[in-house]
């Protein structure tokens, strides 16, 4: 089986940053897209950032220019860089991935339990 496991959330202050970060274990033979998304209360999930095997990225227009995503293929990992934080942004947020454990198996995806970000103003 294959585990995300968040990190790096908390409270913080409107203006304030927060990094996070999602670890993959398990059996991975490779990844392709990494992504975080969030969940706000009474809200749909919806996507932050996602970042494919070549670097490409993808950003909502809400965090265009405040977060920055990136991963580290040699560690499983993907990171969630998130500056000048707004109330707004506060939500449940969710790491997930695209992988296949063998280079025969198809596509597959797992989702995080999910870390809180809580931005006071």
């Known amino acids: 089986q294959v585990h995300l496991m968040e990190s790096g959330g908390g409270l913080v202050q409107a203006g304030g940053s927060l990094r996070l970060s999602c670890a993959a274990s398990g059996r991975i033979f490779s990844i392709s897209a990494m992504g975080w998304y969030r969940q706000a209360p009474g809200k749909q999930r919806e996507l932050v950032a996602r970042i494919g095997v070549g670097g490409i990225t993808d950003y909502a227009a809400s965090v265009k220019g405040r977060f920055t995503i990136s991963r580290d293929d040699a560690e499983k990992m993907v990171y969630l860089q998130m500056n000048n934080l707004k109330p707004e942004d506060t939500a449940v947020y969710y790491c997930?991935?695209?992988?296949?454990?063998?280079?025969?198996?198809?596509?597959?995806?797992?989702w995080g339990q999910g870390t809180l970000v809580t931005v006071s103003s």
């Open positions: 997930n991935i695209n992988f296949r454990s063998s280079w025969s198996q198809g596509s597959l995806e797992v």
